[in-house]
């Protein structure tokens, strides 16, 4: 954006005049907004800007860190060990490991509750009342294909194909 003063430099801040109860807006670079007595506020704000980032950063950093080095109790397990082997160490770890295993249950099963070790059943399977036959079928495949049933995602393949060619959901 062009400073509206100069015409020449990019903007750099924003600045709301108020006049007889009226607000005008202006687009100012450094240079205008020096002329404007502005700068000093301009500067204040970018370093709190830049400092308050940085502290961000420093905040997830330190929290990251913090997560990695948590381990579960009942077996010893860390996390950056899951990271290594993907796999985790016992029950345990699902409930001291939640909040980092939740976004990863959920990419691989679509649903944010794991579900389990051996998949239930295509018919055992609960949809949600706005989850169509395709997305359904497409949770037993994932499932088939975590317990490597090959024969039968192969069969659920063909299954969401067929319905999707139809046009039936």
């Known amino acids: 954006m062009i400073c509206d003063l100069c015409k020449k430099n990019q903007a750099v801040m ?15 670079c450094r240079e205008c907004a020096e002329l404007k007595g502005l700068a000093k506020s301009l ?20 929290e990251q860190d913090e997560d990695n080095q948590t381990q579960c109790p009942r077996c010893g397990l860390a996390l950056t060990d899951f990271k290594k082997l993907g796999r985790l160490g016992c029950p345990g770890c699902y409930q001291v490991f939640n ?15 794991h579900l389990g070790k051996a998949a239930p059943a295509p018919g055992e399977i609960k949809a949600a009342p706005s989850e169509n036959r395709v997305e359904r079928l497409k949770l037993d495949l994932q499932a088939a294909v975590l317990k490597e049933e090959y024969e039968r995602a192969a069969a659920l393949r063909d299954q969401i194909k067929q319905l999707e060619t139809s046009g039936t959901k």
């Open 14 to 28: 924003r600045y709301t005049e108020v006049r007889d109860s009226r607000n005008t807006d202006y687009n100012l």
């Open 43 to 62: 500067n204040l704000a970018l370093s709190s800007l830049g400092d308050m980032l940085a502290g961000m950063i420093r905040d997830i950093s330190a």
């Open 99 to 113: 909040a980092s295993l939740k976004p990863l249950v959920r990419q691989i099963h679509g649903l944010n509750d």
